[in-house]
């Protein structure tokens, strides 16, 4: 349920604080650290899982929560345009291995992403 080694698990328990703006009975979001877009805002299942498959696999409710959590943070925190980004994987650029979605709003997006 929880590793006492991942940073995010540590949000969730309250051990490291965090600019929370939200938090559900399966999720919290919290701004991020180094913003990339107006509102950088991640969203992260309190359970602990490290990509968004697995979570979906072992956890479908969280999941599900998740999503909807995001479209929430976008909508009251944002412009309600936004980009949800799950970078699943090293070469994607995961730093992070518990599942986090981030939600970028706030500004014109560019595509493709680098
Ligand atoms: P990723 O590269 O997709 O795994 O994203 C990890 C994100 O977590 C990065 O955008 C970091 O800026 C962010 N981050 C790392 N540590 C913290 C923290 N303590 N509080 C908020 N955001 C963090
Ligand atoms: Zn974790």
């Known amino acids: 349920m929880s590793d006492p080694d ?3 698990c540590k949000i969730v328990a309250g051990e490291i604080p965090a600019d929370k703006v939200g938090e559900t009975e ?9 913003p990339q877009a107006p509102t950088h805002v991640l969203v992260i ?10 979570l979906a696999a072992a956890e479908p409710e ?7 959590e995001a479209e929430r943070v976008a909508r009251d925190e944002g412009t309600g345009s936004f980009r949800l980004v799950f970078n699943t994987g090293a070469d994607a650029f995961q730093t992070v291995f518990h599942c986090h979605g ?4 706030g500004r014109s997006l560019t595509w493709p992403p680098g």
């Open 102 to 105: 981030h939600v970028l709003s």
């Open 45 to 54: 299942p309190k359970v602990h899982q490290p990509d968004i498959g697995s």
């Open 62 to 68: 969280a999941a599900v929560a998740l999503l909807v």
């Open 26 to 34: 399966h999720t919290v979001a919290f701004r991020d650290i180094n």
């Open 6 to 8: 991942c940073l995010f």
